[in-house]
């Protein structure tokens, strides 16, 4: 998968932002949202990453032109593998997490949502009745610090 090294000169509009928290795989939440919300999900051609880091958080999106509005659903976090040969041959793998919004670090995934904030409104009904879903919760501008790593083409 083709990676996004982010330009922080982007802009982007007003944007609402929302945390989740569940313990679903992240392909399982996607399904589900797709299923409950009557949506497409995509999966973004390109991964979120950013220079001097190999890591690669997966973003998808879903574009509801007839509602004027779109939406995005990223995963907080992404455990990198790495292997360091330590002395006479033995090889250990650390394991490191990375987060996408580290002032956030309780949550697990979260919406981004552009346009028409009421038609979201309902949508967000329909989220939190999803038995798998914990809680979902709208995050204040002034919490998000990170926002600048949620700016990216689909």
Do not use: W
């Not at 998968?1 to 944007?15: A, D, G, I, Q, Y």
């Not at 949202?33 to 997966?58: C, G, H, V």
């Amino acid at each position: 998968m083709p990676k996004h090294v982010l330009n922080h000169f982007e802009t982007e509009s007003k944007s609402t932002f929302y945390g989740v928290c569940s313990s679903v795989e992240f392909y399982y939440l996607i399904l589900l949202l797709n299923e409950k919300l009557r949506i497409k999900l995509k999966r973004s051609q390109k991964d979120i990453s950013f220079k001097n880091s190999t890591t690669a958080f997966m973003a998808y999106y879903h574009v509801d032109k007839k509602n004027d509005f779109e939406m995005f659903v990223y995963k907080n976090s992404v455990s990198s593998k790495t292997e360091t040969k330590e002395g006479e041959g033995f090889f250990f793998q650390e394991s490191k997490e990375r987060l996408l919004l580290p002032e956030l670090r309780s949550v697990d995934f979260i919406l981004k949502i552009e346009g028409d904030q009421s038609i979201f409104v309902e949508l967000l009904e329909k989220i939190r009745t999803i038995k798998e879903v914990v809680s979902v919760f709208k995050i204040s501008e002034k919490k998000l610090k990170s926002k600048e790593n949620l700016i990216f083409e689909y």
